[in-house]
């Protein structure tokens, strides 16, 4: 009887504490990758320093079926956002985002095009997946950014 004992009150314990973990784990900091990116059907970018999106990236965009061809980064910034706190990111003189941590991995990212809002999203963003959302620009191109939460 005394064993029953002693190995519940094991059990309760590593409950108590592996529940622990999990909820410090679903309040943490997020680690997130934003991308500015520029769709277009011309074979290179009109910037040599826009280089192709990566292989995931690229996969993501083609599966949505969208017009255009090729995705060139125009920038890209890692950052941290603690549970319950907003980050402002600059992607360009024109592009900023403002990403908060809801906590559980929900974020809400707030797309500023030249100061204005122009967008608001708010999503599940399990680590590996990618939110993206763009716009039209000149020329038949346009513009996308895509967010993912890192390792």
């Not at 590593?14 to 784990?25: D, E, F, H, K, M």
């Not at 708010?122 to 346009?142: D, F, I, M, Y």
Request: charged content about 25%; proline content about 2%.
């Amino acid at each position: 009887m005394k064993i029953k004992s002693v190995s519940t009150r094991w059990f309760w314990l590593l409950a108590v504490l592996l529940s622990l973990g999990a909820t410090a784990t679903a309040n943490a900091e997020m680690k997130l990758e934003a991308q500015l990116i520029w769709g277009t059907s011309d074979d290179v970018a009109a910037d040599p320093l826009h280089k192709p999106v990566d292989a995931d990236v690229a996969a993501k965009l083609k599966s949505l079926h969208l017009q255009w061809k090729n995705f060139f980064v125009v920038e890209r910034k890692e950052f941290t956002v603690a549970k319950d706190d907003t980050q402002s990111v600059k992607l360009s003189k024109d592009c900023e985002l403002k990403v908060k941590n809801l906590g559980h991995g929900d974020v809400e990212m707030t797309i500023l095009g030249r100061g204005k809002e122009i967008g608001k999203i708010k999503q599940v963003l399990p680590k590996g997946e990618l939110l993206v959302t763009g716009g039209n620009a000149e020329n038949s191109t346009a513009w996308f950014v895509a967010l993912k939460q890192l390792e």
